[in-house]
């Protein structure tokens, strides 16, 4: 490890390579994970698609792109099989791999997104530590994931999954364990859950009147559009104020908004939670748990069964914080199950069980321990290898 400076914890300076992929929800928690690093006093370096770059920079933190990777837009409108293939391809990819042998030449640690496999690899065979980010259910990981298309396509291209995670330092879980269907039995000596990583969760604002905002991820998905429309038509008639935020995925002008609602690409959730009294979802890890950490119900509608979608929606209604309605339902049965959600009742109670459990670990500082950790063992080993 470099000496060149030092943490805020009294570290050395560590040169650190963040690997990552353009998929939504997976961005923000290691760019939270980063940028703590780098308040210590780290150099950080993030390497990923082009179109991360603006999401890289705003954050603060050096960007590099891919150059030997597939070409990947988490918004293109890839419909039915393309849609599935694409992802296969994309996890299958072995050019991120060259990439990061490319950059490790002076790094001290890679910390990669845990579907980053190339990524690890490459690392691993360079005898760099790495540290792996799981930013949703590890279970989902580990049980469906891993043995499903993408990581069986992988596998055999000499990416298996669960060797690359076992072979890390760390594998630091962004998620609760709590919710996390199974996740707390028999766990890996390399595993460690960290918490759910996002923005600071300011306390609840006093509600004039009930705000319900639905999102349905930032990237695309079959359905998507047809969904927005059919929650649109479920609240038109409700007395309540309803925003929509559509990604860049979904164009706000294809929607008709009802007099009630609000159709916006963009606007931060930290901002409008504190508002809110329900949050509609697709069942995305990361506004999920931001929900929950507000306190708020979440009614989760799967826009794909084979992803983690279904997990998040059971897992928020076996806890009683919410509940699961199949994507294709019609705005009769939204109606009902939102009037239930906004209205008071034992949900709300559940939502602020796990709200107060979520809020009392910060993710990201205690994802940066356990990295320093790891940084300060490959130090002492450093130290202990003859010249």
């Known amino acids: 490890m470099t000496s060149a400076g030092s943490g805020a914890r009294g570290e050395a300076m560590a040169r650190v390579l963040a690997v990552t ?25 993030v390497l990923g698609h082009a179109g991360q770059r603006d999401d890289v920079e705003a954050a603060g933190l050096a960007f590099v792109a891919y150059r030997h990777a597939r070409p990947w837009a988490a918004t293109d409108p890839l419909s039915g099989p393309r849609h599935a293939l694409a992802y296969v391809a994309l996890f299958s990819d ?12 002076d790094v001290d640690l890679v910390l990669a997104d845990a579907m980053s496999l190339a990524a690890l690899q490459a690392a691993q ?108 038509e479920a609240l038109a008639p409700l007395p309540l104020r309803v925003v929509v935020t559509t ?30 009294s329900l949050v509609v979802s697709h069942g995305g890890h990361s506004t999920a748990m931001l929900a929950l950490a507000h306190d708020l119900p979440v009614l989760v509608l799967p826009l794909h069964p084979q992803l983690d979608h279904p997990l998040v929606g059971a897992a928020i209604a076996d806890a009683g914080a919410g509940r699961v309605l199949p994507a294709a339902s019609d705005p009769p049965a939204i109606r009902d199950a939102v009037r239930e959600l906004v209205a008071d009742g034992p949900h709300r109670g559940a939502a602020a069980a796990i709200g107060a459990r979520l809020r ?28």
Do not use: C, K
């Open 125 to 232: 065979r360079a005898g760099v530590p790495t540290v792996v980010l799981v930013h949703l259910f590890r279970r989902y990981l580990t049980a469906v994931w891993a043995r499903g298309p993408m990581g069986l396509a992988a596998a055999v291209r000499g990416m298996r999954p669960t060797r690359l995670w076992d072979a890390a330092r760390r594998v630091l879980v962004a998620s609760d364990p709590v919710l996390d269907p199974g996740a707390p039995g028999s766990l890996s000596g390399n595993v460690r859950y960290v918490g759910p990583v996002g923005p600071p969760v300011r306390p609840a604002a006093v509600r004039s009147e009930p705000l319900v905002l639905v999102s349905l991820s930032t990237i695309f998905y079959p359905g998507q559009e047809d969904l927005l429309a059919r929650l649109l």
């Open 94 to 105: 072995r050019g991120p791999g060259r990439d990061v042998a490319a950059e490790v030449g």
């Open 360 to 387: 009392a670990r910060d993710g990201a500082a205690v994802a940066a321990d356990e990295i320093e950790i790891v940084l300060r063992g490959r130090e002492r080993a450093s130290a202990r290898r003859p010249l």
């Open 247 to 276: 990604g860049p995925a979904v164009d706000p002008d294809a929607l008709d908004a009802p007099s009630n609602a609000e159709i916006v690409r963009y606007r931060p959730h930290g901002e409008l939670m504190p508002q809110a």
């Open 21 to 45: 992929w353009d998929g939504g929800g997976n961005v923000p928690p290691l760019l939270g994970v980063a940028t703590q690093l780098v308040r210590r006093g780290h150099e950080v370096r």
